[in-house]
């Protein structure tokens, strides 16, 4: 029988407690069990943040990190039992680092910082990568992954084939060495979100693909306008739709010219909120990284810091959000990092800018 949200919210907070006295032989007083963790100011000779990273481990550390903030304090602890290395990589990252701890059963130990991510080559396909530019959306890669978009939003992907079904003329060369073995075959799948490809496959299976693409692309492209009506294709992936904005008009954001680029982890579907990343130049040929938010997000300040780590560790990194959503506490943040980033706060009506700085 599953648990009511009470109950593992009090079973995440005696969670807590017990690893703090195991492993900082520490009494906890008041303790906020939370549907993903625990979090804990212990009081005493010095003030510590501790927390217990249980669901969406990898997003833990700024609620952590926001609550020693807002207490003052320079001490914080996280336990976690996944991702616990990449929490480690990030709090590397800050002048006072956090000390991330592995959870192993009833015990925990300091964890050791994960090692910077690399990125997979996506398939070589160039005439599937031809029929989506031809389509009129925009090809973005990342984490090796071919995707068409219209205002960040995706609206076709290029997956491998399964065995034995249709394929597209898209052929990924063998390097092997073995002639014998069938190169893998790909195509084009067309929707917002694996859900919606699936349906569409079983519903438009005759459809010609640059066709199917630019009619669900058009679609997007109506809710994705200035002025446009709110609309579920106009809430989702919003960070994405103002990092599309943003390499358009690189100068709100005080860039010179930018790209799309990967995130430190493959993102979830276009449902799972998380902020964008891009990297360029600024005007004068600095390299720069910026991570795109929409939504007050605690955590996008370690996503940051991990974000120039993976793609350019000596580049500039800016934080872009709209202006309600640049918190005292983002900024705070920030400047705890050992390189502190810059925040760069858009207007709030960022959908209604058009053009380009061109």
């Known amino acids: 029988m599953a648990l009511d949200a009470d109950r593992i919210r009090a079973l995440h907070a005696a969670k807590l407690r017990a690893l703090t006295r195991d492993a900082l032989s ?3 007083g008041e303790v906020s069990g939370t549907d993903d963790g625990a979090l804990a100011v212990v009081t005493g000779t010095e003030t510590t943040v501790v927390c217990l990273a ?3 481990a990898e997003r833990a550390l700024g609620g952590a990190l926001a609550l020693a903030v807002r207490t003052g304090c320079d001490g914080v602890h996280v336990f976690a039992t996944h991702h616990s290395g990449v929490l ?9 680092p956090p000390i991330v701890w592995q959870i192993e059963g009833a015990h925990a130990t300091v964890a050791e910082a994960a090692a910077r991510p690399t990125e997979p080559p996506p398939p070589r396909v160039p ?3 031809a029929l989506l530019g031809a389509a009129g959306v925009e090809v973005t890669v990342e984490h090796g992954v071919i995707t068409g978009e219209v205002e960040g939003l995706e609206v076709a992907r290029i997956v491998a084939a399964a065995r034995g079904g249709a394929t597209a003329a898209g052929n990924d060369d063998d390097d092997s060495g073995d002639a014998g073995e069938a190169s893998t075959q790909w195509q084009i799948e067309v929707g917002v979100g694996a859900h919606d490809r699936e349906a569409f496959s079983l519903l438009h299976a005759d459809e010609p693909t640059p066709e199917a693409i630019r009619r669900v692309a058009e679609v997007v492209r109506v809710h994705r306008s200035p002025g446009a009506s709110p609309h579920p294709l106009n809430r989702l992936s919003a960070a994405r739709w103002l990092r599309a904005l943003l390499i358009r008009r690189p100068d709100l954001v005080g860039a010179g010219r930018l790209r799309a680029s990967s ?3 493959p993102r979830g579907g ?4 998380a902020p964008a990343v891009a990297y360029g130049l600024t005007p004068n040929g600095r390299r720069l990284v910026v991570v795109v938010c929409v939504g007050i997000d605690l955590n996008v300040v ?3 810091a991990d974000a120039r780590l993976f793609l ?3 580049a500039e990194l800016v934080v872009a959000l709209p202006r309600r959503d640049a918190h005292d506490v983002i900024k705070n943040m920030s400047a705890r990092l050992r390189r502190p980033a810059q925040i760069v706060e858009v207007d709030d009506r960022w959908s209604a800018i058009t053009g380009s700085n061109s």
């Open 302 to 304: 370690p996503f940051a």
């Open 88 to 96: 480690a990589r990030r709090a590397a990252c800050f002048e006072t």
């Open 270 to 273: 276009p449902k799972e909120p």
């Open 127 to 129: 005439e599937l990568v």
């Open 312 to 314: 350019d560790p000596d």
């Open 263 to 265: 995130s430190p982890l």
């Open 26 to 28: 520490l009494e906890l």
């Open 54 to 56: 249980q669901e969406r």
